[in-house]
């Protein structure tokens, strides 16, 4: 099985808001990614978790606060977010990674977030 | 220069043909190569790993690997209208790298 899946699908909040998009695998991976991907570009990598423990930070700005509950989970906390955040937020698994080495990674449907 | 490049297209093959989507790099400690398929609205689905020099096989997709030439590329046998996507290059190593994508359209 190489299903990670994401949850909202879809989320629309305002600027003042608070939020989270959480994120599962039971592929038994101790890596896990955010990203997020504006349309017509690739992904660009936001955080990386290594064994729960937070390994990559590509200098995401405090309003993203991400969270690993247990191996499964992966959670980003949205806060005071700008219209410019609007994007798909995309989460990722992989077997393990080592510094900016992965094994293939997974990806899930993804969180469509609209900031107004 | 960017880290993976790729053809951004669009390329267009009747069915049955042969796409062929090519992807370099500039970091030599790249070791490991992804070729994802991303519908429009969808998130990228892996359809092809490669690490080791050499060609791979999976189905329809070829994955060829040089290291020396620092290429990476997916054949797509008898193609489908189906597989009508962009196609993401990607690597990792001393960084993560994401090529901006190839949009394939196989034509009916």
């Known amino acids: 099985d190489t299903e990670v899946t994401q949850t909202p699908k879809h989320l629309v909040m305002g600027m003042t808001n608070k939020k989270s998009l959480k994120c599962e695998q039971h592929?038994?991976?101790?890596?896990m990614y955010w990203y997020k991907q504006k349309a017509k570009k690739p992904p660009e990598l936001m955080f990386v978790?290594?064994?729960?423990?937070?390994?990559i930070n590509e200098s995401v700005p405090s309003r993203f606060s991400p969270e690993c509950p247990n191996s499964s989970l992966l959670n980003l906390h949205l806060h005071a977010l700008q219209p410019e955040d609007s994007a798909l937020y995309l989460c990722?698994?992989?077997?393990?990674?080592?510094?900016?080495?992965?094994?293939?990674?997974?990806f899930g449907p993804g969180t469509r977030l609209t900031v107004t | 220069q960017k880290e993976v490049e790729q053809n951004s297209g669009p390329l267009s093959v009747p069915e049955g043909a042969i796409a062929s989507l090519n992807c370099t790099y500039s970091?030599?400690?790249?070791?490991?190569f992804f070729w994802y398929r991303q519908y429009s609205g969808k998130s990228p689905e892996l359809i092809m790993f490669?690490?080791?020099?050499g060609d791979k096989e999976d189905g329809r997709f070829t994955a060829q690997l040089n290291k020396a030439s620092q290429y990476v590329s997916l054949l797509i046998r008898d193609s489908q209208p189906s597989d009508s996507a962009t196609y993401l290059c990607?690597?990792?190593?001393?960084?993560?790298?994401f090529g901006t994508g190839t949009s394939l359209t196989v034509i009916p």
């Open positions: 490669i690490y080791s020099n």
């Open positions: 592929m038994g991976h101790r890596a």
């Open positions: 990607a690597a990792t190593g001393n960084q993560f790298y």
């Open positions: 970091d030599r400690g790249s070791q490991s």
């Open positions: 990722a698994s992989s077997q393990v990674v080592t510094g900016r080495s992965s094994y293939e990674q997974y």
């Open positions: 978790y290594s064994y729960e423990k937070l390994s």
